[in-house]
T-cell receptor, first 115, second 111 residues
Framework: NAGVTQTPKFQVLKTGQSMTLQCAQDMNHNSMYWYRQDPGMGLRLIYYSASEGTTDKGEVPNGYNVSRLNKREFSLRLESAAPSQTSVYFC??????????????FGPGTRLTVL | TQLLEQSPQFLSIQEGENLTVYCNSSSVFSSLQWYRQEPGEGPVLLVTVVTGGEVKKLKRLTFQFGDARKDSSLHITAAQPGDTGLYLCAGEDASYDKVIFGPGTSLSVIP
């Protein structure tokens, strides 16, 4: 039982390049989330998917797209990377049917640098 | 827009000391969660508090939810170096489909 896994762990991009961050969970959770974490800013929600087949914008969606490929997988795509997207990206999952509260389980993060 | 503030932002103490960190908001939350994040890792859930005035204990950690469900505190007794990390509070959105995180308190416990 691996929980939430993310790939890659580290990535360096040049401005304008594109990439996709992958996330998978094996806990059969319905909801999945993408956050970015910057110093002093806490975790800010980029996009989330409350269930398979649905996605919604969070607090900071500009410059990102997501795909809920199936119940297990939720990917985050940067179409044209900018230095302002240098951050640590976390994927999380939760399930309100399993717990009455939106308790989040996080992956280990992807550290992205855009030059 | 719901916001959570945490104080202090940084805290450095000696092993064995007691400490309290705070999480405050002007909004009411249906529940509030506390997470600990160690360097290079993702946050890990410590506790969820739900009822106004609720107190939960996890070994040397005591969590309290304010009566009005707008604020919370975390008290650590006899801090250990293993308590070092970033402590994040998170309020559950009224729609239940997302949570809002505070900026965190970075705790360093010196042996």
């Amino acid at each position: 039982n691996a929980g939430v896994t993310q790939t890659p762990k580290f990535q360096v991009l040049k401005t304008g390049q594109s990439m996709t961050l992958q996330c998978a969970q094996d806990m059969n959770h319905n909801s999945m989330y993408w956050y970015r974490q910057d110093p002093g800013m806490g975790l800010r929600l980029i996009y989330y998917s409350a269930s398979e087949g649905t996605t919604d914008k969070g607090e900071v969606p500009n410059g990102y797209n997501v795909s809920r490929l199936n119940k297990r997988e939720f990917s985050l795509r940067l179409e044209s990377a900018a230095p302002s997207q240098t951050s640590v990206y976390f994927c999380a999952s939760s399930d309100l049917l399993e717990s009455s509260y939106n308790e989040q389980f996080f992956g280990p993060g992807t550290r992205l640098t855009v030059l | 827009t719901q916001l959570l503030e945490q104080s202090p932002q940084f805290l450095s103490i000696q092993e064995g000391e007691n400490l309290t960190v705070y999480c405050n908001s002007s909004s009411v939350f249906s529940s509030l969660q506390w997470y600990r994040q160690e360097p290079g890792e993702g946050p890990v859930l410590l506790v969820t508090v739900v009822t106004g005035g609720e107190v939960k204990k996890l070994k040397r950690l005591t969590f309290q939810f304010g009566d009005a469900r707008k604020d919370s505190s975390l008290h650590i007794t006899a801090a250990q170096p293993g308590d070092t990390g970033l402590y994040l509070c998170a309020g559950e959105d009224a729609s239940y489909d997302k949570v809002i995180f505070g900026p965190g308190t970075s705790l360093s416990v010196i042996p």
